[in-house]
């Protein structure tokens, strides 16, 4: 389906046609890019409520600031789509998240307007202050710097510390605050409260607006000058309120907050703004979904909705003759509210995540045993760390990639004092359209080092009920970690009884002749497809599941390296570091010698597009299992290809 864009937006291929037009025109603008985002995503998929939350603050960006000479940072980049569109990327924009096209977020190899790869939150003002630093060096004294960050994204730590050092470092920064109560779930903490603190105050809010205003009207010059304007309303401000002093303690000068739907306003204040020197914070109030009704009301609900109807608002659903396994995070999400309910001792954490982790399906029952943090990874773990002290036994739910920012705090504050603290890893391996920011490759690598650690992957829900079971036991007195895929499982009635699940121990899924392959987790299921189809070609592959990569199943190995001199291990982790290196290890460890092939994902960034395209990709699927058996059993097949001629 061809989407064709507004007569204005269509004569917009970068910001200099953007620039060609009048104020009045730019109302125009905001309502076809707004209107290209929603017809563009209804048909291909993507992310959505973000990025209409801040059209006009991109047209307005792109109006008064020269891109990509002075250097915009979109925190977390899924509301960058219509950066993306007024661009340069307008008519390839359909192909946004799907395979070898555009990605769905900012991306440095893809556009020089894309200062920064972003994907994570909570980057923007580091990297647009290095940006800003490096211009001062330069002697660049006319280039800008702007990061826009989301508030959801101010809770994480590394926000605050990058606006400590902006206060000092008298670069000329500009951080956009985006008010709008969100990230995928609402938003959390004091700091939410604060902001809105600040936006309800209509005595601070008129005060600011009428000096703001009487200021307007005094000439510059003279002895009075803008800094001199500025101090006194500062001055003014301090006397009715104390809602800007966390900013302004910083260093920073703060304006706003104003209405970020307002794109006249917003292109006087920010042609303002671009002539102020020095590190100051702009506050916006946007809503999410703005111009979409149904992603207005709803916004965790459309933050990715997927392909739906732009009339109705009906989203789309795969429509199946049989019932569908669960998602694995509704797996754990009902499992722990099971357990839950049978141990008093279970508490839930997630940083931001209560939807996408089903967490929330705890937090709606038992909202005084679970806690959404905000985005705060690291103080996640430590939080869980110093709750298990107590006694407690805590899962910890972070996804995958974003556990790498609190690598530090499992290492200090989890393995190195033994504490028992579960990590439920959501979506590890190959997650499919949001691309490497988000891929899940290096946990196992990253984990396996550190000492203490049990690291453990279901192959289905069953046993990812098992291992929950088993992690919550008080005779497990270590850091264990689970981790599972993105998406669907395998088994339809997967409500099944708990049980333990001796620790460092596999399990034989079949017995078989020359070739045993060696799995862990989901993809074990990718495993038993490919034994399906070789059995036609007369190949008999033993098959292990072997559940724990560390501590590894040792007899298990054992009798693999006994009896076969081929083996294939297969793993939706990287490879460097990974399970089929733990078992390359063991054999150099023990004396043993095999030809070993590892199978998963290799050493180089995986792009974006379905899981299923990146499977294939990597060579990890079904279909490069069994061709990797027959490369390996070339002779055999040749041998029983003349037995049958």
Not at 78 to 104: V, W
Not at 285 to 306: C, F, M, R
Not at 328 to 349: P, R, S
Request: charged share 20%.
């Amino acid at each position: 389906m061809e989407i064709t864009p507004g007569p204005l937006l269509k004569g917009i291929d970068y910001p200099s046609d953007l620039k060609k037009l009048s104020w009045e025109q730019l109302h125009q603008v905001c309502e076809e890019l707004r209107q290209y985002i929603i017809d563009t995503v209804s048909v291909h998929g993507g992310h959505f409520a973000a990025s209409l939350g801040v059209v006009e603050l991109t047209v307005a960006l792109h109006y008064i600031y020269n891109t990509p000479y002075d250097q915009l940072v979109w925190d977390v980049g899924h509301q960058a789509y219509g950066h993306k569109i007024l661009t340069g990327r307008r008519d390839e924009f359909h192909t946004n998240r799907k395979y070898n096209g555009l990605s769905g977020f900012p991306k440095r190899s893809e556009s020089e307007y894309d200062t920064f790869g972003v994907g994570h939150s909570s980057t923007s003002i580091s990297a647009a202050l290095g940006m800003a630093m490096a211009a001062k060096y330069k002697g660049e004294t006319d280039r800008k710097s702007v990061a826009i960050i989301g508030d959801g994204a101010m809770t994480a730590g590394m926000a605050f510390e990058a606006m400590n050092h902006a206060g000092v470092a008298d670069s000329d920064v500009l951080i956009v605050l985006n008010d709008n109560c969100m990230s995928i779930d609402p938003n959390v903490g004091a700091l939410k409260e604060y902001l809105t603190d600040i936006t309800l105050s209509p005595t601070y809010n008129k005060l600011k607006d009428d000096v703001w205003k009487l200021l307007g009207k005094l000439p510059v010059g003279k002895g009075f000058s803008r800094q001199m304007a500025h101090k006194l309303t500062e001055g003014l401000k301090g006397m009715v309120s104390s809602s800007s002093n966390l900013f302004e303690s910083l260093k920073l000068r703060y304006f706003g907050p104003i209405d970020g739907h307002n794109i006249t306003k917003l292109i006087d204040t920010l042609k303002d703004l671009r002539e102020i020197p020095g590190p100051k914070i702009l506050h916006i109030v946007t809503i999410k979904g703005k111009g979409y009704s149904l992603a207005e009301k709803d916004q965790t609900k459309w933050h990715a909705p997927g392909l739906f109807d732009k009339i109705t608002g009906e989203i789309v659903k795969k429509k199946y003759d049989l019932p569908q396994p669960p998602k694995y995070q509704d797996v754990f999400g009902h499992t722990i509210l099971e357990l839950a309910e049978a141990n008093n001792k279970i508490m839930g954490v997630t940083p931001a995540m209560p939807s996408g982790c089903s967490l929330k399906i705890m937090m709606d029952k038992m909202p005084h045993r679970s806690f959404d943090v905000g985005i705060c990874e690291q103080h996640a773990v430590t939080l869980s760390a110093g709750l298990a002290t107590q006694g407690l036994r805590v899962f910890c739910n972070i996804y995958s990639s974003f556990m790498q920012r609190a690598f530090d705090q499992v290492v200090h504050d989890v393995a190195i004092q033994k504490l028992p603290v579960i990590l439920c890893l959501d979506r590890a391996g190959l997650v499919g359209e949001d691309g490497p920011t988000h891929h899940g490759a290096y946990d196992i690598a990253y984990f396996r080092c550190i000492p203490y650690m049990v690291i453990s992957s279901p192959m289905n829900e069953s046993e990812l009920r098992n291992l929950m079971y088993t992690a919550q036991l008080e005779s497990n007195t270590l850091p264990f970690v689970i981790r599972y895929p993105r998406g669907e499982g395998v088994m339809v009635d997967w409500k099944t009884p708990m049980k333990e699940i001796e620790i460092g121990t596999g399990r034989k899924l079949k017995d078989g002749d020359d070739v045993a392959i060696l799995s862990l987790g989901h993809p074990g299921n990718f495993a038993t497809a490919a034994i399906r189809e070789l059995k036609t070609q007369g190949l008999n592959p033993a098959h292990y599941d072997m559940r724990f990569v560390k501590p590894i199943d040792e007899n298990m190995l054992h009798e693999v390296f006994g009896k076969f001199s081929k083996i294939i291990t297969v793993e939706d982790g990287t490879i460097v570091g990974g399970f089929g290196s733990a078992v390359l290890e063991f054999m150099s460890a023990n004396g043993y010698s095999a030809e070993i092939k590892m199978l998963g994902i290799p050493d180089r960034l995986v792009e974006h597009g379905t899981p299923k395209e990146l499977y294939r990709e990597c060579g990890y699927d079904a279909q490069g299992i069994a061709e990797t058996v027959r490369a390996l059993m070339k002779d055999k097949i040749t041998v029983n290809t003349m037995i049958a001629g």
